[in-house]
């Protein structure tokens, strides 16, 4: 069983919330990351977002449609084995994995959202973002944030 830890990043705490970027990181490291380019609108973006998402963007090769993403990201899960296990801190994680795959996840992939505990932990282990600075990471990054949680979780 491959586990990988993700984390996505959208327009606010609101029904509706596009996605912004999703980022992807397996035990051993192999990491996916894109941006979408079609699918949130700055202007619906919440006042945090556009404060501590929208900057932390990379551009360039990591932009992308939600078609494509569709695409990019089904082949990546594929390759990485039969039993592949998706980990996220929120619901609201998952519930943008739901929008790229309406129609379900590829074949052998399943999700697991962290607990209430295990959500304290990540929270204690991460306190001011700690471990972000001490691995130069940045908050609010997707692929960031989810390497944060492979470094706690495993």
């Not at 949130?40 to 919440?46: F, R, V």
């Not at 959500?119 to 204690?124: D, P, V």
Request: net charge negative.
């Amino acid at each position: 069983m491959t586990r990988v830890f993700f984390d996505t990043e959208f327009e606010g705490l609101f029904p509706g919330a596009k996605l912004i970027s999703i980022g992807f990181v397996t035990e051993d490291d192999a990491t996916f990351y894109a941006e979408l380019t079609d699918t949130y609108s700055t202007e619906a973006c919440g006042q945090f977002c556009r404060k501590f998402v929208l900057p932390l963007l990379d551009g360039g090769d990591a932009e992308t449609t939600l078609e494509q993403l569709r695409v990019d990201l089904r082949v990546w899960l594929e390759s990485l084995g039969k039993i592949v296990t998706l980990i996220c801190d929120s619901p609201r994680d998952v519930a943008q994995l739901d929008f790229i795959f309406p129609n379900g996840l590829p074949a052998g992939c399943q999700v697991h959202t962290l607990g209430y505990i295990d959500n304290w932990r990540r929270r204690i282990l991460n306190f001011r973002g700690r471990l972000h600075k001490k691995n130069g990471f940045k908050a609010h990054h997707a692929l960031h944030d989810a390497q944060v949680n492979k470094i706690i979780f495993t």
